[in-house]
């Protein structure tokens, strides 16, 4: 019942930036938190970057590279990626944890693919 649109991925060089966007639609009562993951080739998914109530929280590799922004009004979340480098290629998740009508649940995009590359 939340359906989550991304856009924003495609190809980049080296020290290029990219901004990814998350829009959720559905029958939407409140969201408690919206992140951002992604998955490289042959290694697990891991936690890019996450914005709560409680605060923002960002994986190791991007501090100070990427931010992560929200506009409740939209139910959209966007990961400002600056800096860019060729081991940030992964394909990018959207995250949300909300109340819909049936409930808490966890909801996934479909994943964009970022390839940082000459």
């Known amino acids: 019942q939340v359906q989550l649109v991304e856009s924003g991925g495609g190809l980049v060089q080296p020290g290029g930036s990219l901004e990814l966007s998350c829009s959720a639609s559905g029958n939407i009562f409140s969201i408690n938190a919206m992140a951002w993951y992604r998955q490289a080739p042959g290694m697990e998914r891991e936690l890019v970057a996450l914005?709560?109530?409680?605060?923002?929280e960002y994986g190791d590799s991007v501090k100070g590279r990427f931010t992560i922004s929200r506009d409740n009004a939209k139910n959209t979340v966007y990961l400002q990626m600056n800096s860019l480098k060729p081991e940030d290629t992964a394909v990018y998740y959207c995250n949300v944890h909300a109340i819909a009508g049936k409930g808490y649940g966890v909801y996934w995009g479909q994943g964009t693919q970022v390839t940082v590359s000459d």
């Open positions: 914005t709560a109530s409680s605060g923002t």
